[in-house]
């Protein structure tokens, strides 16, 4: 299973860290995606990165203030998000599959992949 952890109420322009841990499997061997989804929305795709930490994806949205890495030791993917916006505001979950070709497919592609977390709450109030 993958747990997430977090997330958290903060101010606009303030960072976070997420955490992706996996247990009863190893995430080396996976990509990793970060998803989010806000209430009567679509879920989007964030940010996806390759078994290699030098393949990743980031949604345009995104782009230069997220950055996602992976510490194999840990079993873990983490998203380090700066200079947060309101409109960051969702519910974050991260994924992992195997048979997956790019990150950018699968944060693109948004599909029911092998293993999701059960999500972690950011809120950034405008």
């Known amino acids: 299973q993958l747990v997430e952890s977090g997330g958290g109420l903060v101010q606009p322009g303030e960072s976070l860290r997420l955490s992706c841990t996996a247990s009863g499997f190893t995430l080396d061997r996976y990509t990793v995606g970060w998803f989010r989804q806000d209430p009567g929305k679509e879920r989007d795709g964030v940010s996806c990165?390759?078994?290699?930490?030098?393949?990743?994806y980031y949604s345009g949205s995104v782009k230069g203030r997220f950055r996602i890495s992976r510490d194999n030791a840990k079993n873990t993917v983490y998203l380090q998000m700066n200079n947060l916006k309101p409109e960051d505001t969702a519910v974050y979950y991260c994924?992992?599959?195997?048979?997956?070709?790019?990150?950018?497919?699968?944060?693109?592609?948004?599909?029911?992949?092998?293993?999701w977390g059960q999500g972690t709450q950011v809120t950034v109030p405008s």
């Open positions: 994924a992992a599959d195997r048979a997956i070709t790019t990150p950018q497919a699968m944060c693109t592609m948004n599909l029911d992949y092998h293993y």
């Open positions: 990165i390759a078994e290699s930490e030098v393949f990743a």
